[in-house]
């Protein structure tokens, strides 16, 4: 499968603990986007890269929450000190730079807060 | 701020009858619509998209109509099939942003 891969799949972590996902877009693709997803709603905009510049921050992503890119190839998204309102399924995107363009996405590690 | 609202949220239909979604937008300059396709436990999938440019875009059995003075856009599947049923989402995107907007889905159910 040559498309977004993320990694890992699936976490549980105790509430308090640090957690980091990774991202790898397709080789070619200049955005990543990284998404929040709970159940029965769309995806949530969280923070967006081009190449390896964080360009955009939603108001959802607090102080706990950390993005990286730093080569312009894959990323990661750390959460810090967890809670329960963290669980969901965290999607990642990436797409070519010209604007209207297809976003393809990964198959998501979901998060579970115990 | 940006928002995409979607309806219905649930959806019905019997095999071969058609289905059509609608989704309204809030940001006057939004002018990229694209519809993803999501089956239980896997990623969003584009199924199509429209510009701004265009009003009606068709593939096969799947359509999508823009109207833009009133800001909405519709999705419609014709002669549905059971491997139709998923959630659909629709989004909004505005060239500069770049980020795309969802909206909170519609579960598609083909009754064969």
């Known amino acids: 499968d040559t498309g977004v891969s993320q990694d890992p799949r699936h976490k549980i972590t105790k509430r308090g603990q640090n957690v980091t996902f990774r991202c790898d877009p397709i080789?070619?693709?200049?955005?990543l986007y990284w998404y929040r997803q709970t159940l029965g709603q769309g995806p949530e905009f969280l923070t967006y890269?081009?190449?390896?510049?964080?360009?955009?921050k939603s108001r959802l992503l607090s102080d706990r929450f950390s993005a990286e890119r730093p080569k312009g190839s894959f990323s990661t998204l750390e959460i810090q000190r967890t809670e329960q309102g963290d669980s969901a399924m965290y999607l990642c995107?990436?797409?070519?730079?010209?604007?209207?363009?297809?976003?393809?996405f990964g198959q998501g590690t979901r998060l579970t807060v115990v | 701020g940006e928002n995409v609202e979607q309806h219905p949220s649930t959806l019905s239909v019997q095999e071969g009858d058609s289905a059509v979604i609608k989704c309204t937008y809030s940001?006057?300059?939004?002018?990229?619509f694209p519809w993803y396709k999501q089956e239980l436990g896997k990623r969003p999938q584009l199924i199509i998209d429209?510009?701004?440019?265009?009003g009606e875009k068709k593939d096969q059995r799947i359509a999508v109509t823009l109207n833009k003075t009133a800001k909405h856009f519709s999705l419609h599947i014709t002669e549905t099939q059971p491997e139709d049923s998923a959630v659909y989402f629709c989004?909004?995107?505005?060239?500069?942003?770049?980020?795309?907007?969802f909206g909170t889905g519609t579960r598609l159910k083909v009754l064969a």
């Open positions: 995107a990436s797409s070519l730079e010209y604007p209207n363009t297809e976003a393809f």
């Open positions: 080789s070619e693709h200049n955005r």
């Open positions: 890269f081009q190449n390896e510049a964080q360009l955009e």
């Open positions: 940001d006057s300059a939004s002018n990229y």
């Open positions: 429209i510009r701004s440019n265009v």
């Open positions: 989004a909004a995107s505005t060239s500069g942003t770049y980020k795309y907007i």
